[in-house]
């Protein structure tokens, strides 16, 4: 079982998340958190396989906070779900530490292959990165 932290400040999104990972029956989410800062209390709390975490966030951004759980949680994996196209947010969030870079209007089954991916130690690249 692949237990997930979701990070984003979008409630509905984050209800979306949980309902469509947990339908797949190899994850198993863990908890939730709305800003950067709670993300990175929630990964140290709860040490969970892979956090999918979003970039722009209030109180800390996904990409400082990705770089704080790469520090601190050092088996966990990050994998960001990001609106941000460009090639800088890509190569920020791996600086960071981040495994996965999933676009948020990517099709649910690609972050689901994300996971997988980064979980089991590969990187997962949206591959419409830089192309809009």
């Known amino acids: 079982m692949i237990t997930v932290l979701l990070v984003d400040d979008h409630a509905i999104l984050l209800d979306g998340l949980r309902f469509l990972l947990e339908a797949q029956g190899d994850i ?3 908890g939730t958190a709305s800003n ?3 993300g990175v209390e929630q ?3 709860h040490c969970p396989d892979v956090v999918v975490m979003d970039i722009s966030m209030p109180v800390m951004n996904g990409i400082d906070a990705t770089k704080l759980i790469s520090q ?3 088996n966990t994996k990050v994998a960001i779900l990001s609106m941000h196209h460009t090639t800088e947010f890509l190569q920020r ?3 960071a530490g981040a495994l996965g870079y999933v ?3 990517a099709a649910g089954t690609e972050l689901v292959s994300a996971i997988r991916a980064i979980y089991s ?3 997962y ?3 419409r990165v830089g192309k809009s």
Do not use: N, P, W
Request: charged share 35%; proline share 0%.
């Open 93 to 95: 969030s791996l600086e």
């Open 28 to 30: 198993r989410v863990i």
């Open 103 to 105: 676009l948020k209007d």
């Open 43 to 45: 990964a140290i709390l």
């Open 125 to 127: 690249l949206s591959q």
């Open 36 to 38: 950067g800062q709670e």
């Open 72 to 74: 601190k949680c050092r």
């Open 121 to 123: 130690g590969k990187t």
